[in-house]
Nanobody, 124 residues
């Protein structure tokens, strides 16, 4: 059973940085691809980044390329999202996900497992 626990997030000014963490506290999980979606008020949940189970492949949505970095931890099914040069447009609830799909690009409906979500607020 996969149980994702997120940490990090918070409030920063534009240009600042935040780091999100996600770890699977379940037992006997298989290796899964992981990443983050985000959802701003009144908007659809959109995929932000993803990393393959072995860390060798990554995906980023265009708006975060060059600013966000997704990586795997040494422990099984752990991941991090380093967010730099944040703008007010990055303000959203960020949801960690884990998935057994073949493609790193996922729709929200395709995701297998979700974290509880963490608020990121960027002020101008």
């Amino acid at each position: 059973q996969v149980h994702l626990v997120e940490s990090g997030g918070g409030s920063v000014q534009a240009g600042g940085s935040l780091n999100l963490s996600c770890a699977d506290s379940g037992r006997d999980s298989i290796d899964l691809s992981m990443g983050w979606f985000r959802q701003a008020p009144g908007k659809e949940r959109e995929q932000v980044a993803a990393v393959y189970w072995n860390g060798r492949l990554t995906y980023y949505t265009d708006s975060v390329k060059g600013r966000f970095t997704v990586s795997r931890g040494s422990a099984k099914n752990t991941a991090f999202l380093q967010m730099n040069l944040l703008t007010p447009e990055d303000t959203a609830v960020y949801y960690c996900f884990a998935d057994n799909g073949a493609s790193l690009r996922r729709s929200a409906a395709e995701v297998d497992y979700w974290g509880q979500g963490t608020q990121v607020t960027v002020s101008s």
